[in-house]
Nanobody
Framework: QVQLVESGGGLVQAGGSLRLSCAAS????????MAWFRQAPGKEREFAAA????????IYADSVKGQFTISRDNAKNTVYLQMNNLRPEDTAVYYC????????????????WGQGTQVTVSS
């Protein structure tokens, strides 16, 4: 069992940056690929980024490629999402997720979800 807790969301102006964190309050992340998803108002939840256990493989949705960076620190049991040059269309609830592989994460096959953290980008 893994319980994920996201933090770092908030209100930021367009062009600004935020770094989201996801820590395991119960269990360990080191055996899982980790991912970030987001859900904008009135839209379905969508995949944003994923990282393999060893950080050797990282994949990104086309919509965030070059703008977001996913990383992890297994010693700290934490995964991060650095978001730069934020735009109003990045406004969403961001969810951390654990999966058995980056491929499964990208396909939405998720073992554990966090509760989400709100990111709001003002124009």
């Amino acid at each position: 069992q893994v319980q994920l807790v996201e933090s770092g969301g908030g209100l930021v102006q367009a062009g600004g940056s935020l770094r989201l964190s996801c820590a395991a309050s119960v269990g360990t992340l080191s055996r899982y690929a980790m991912a970030w998803f987001r859900q904008a108002p009135g839209k379905e939840r969508e995949f944003a980024a994923a990282i393999a256990v060893s950080s050797g493989r990282r994949i990104y949705a086309d919509s965030v490629k070059g703008q977001f960076t996913i990383s992890r620190d297994n010693a700290k049991n934490t995964v991060y999402l650095q978001m730069n040059n934020l735009r109003p269309e990045d406004t969403a609830v961001y969810y951390c997720a654990a999966a058995m592989s980056t491929t499964q994460a990208m396909g939405g096959v998720i073992d554990f979800w966090g509760q989400g953290t709100q990111v709001t980008v003002s124009s």
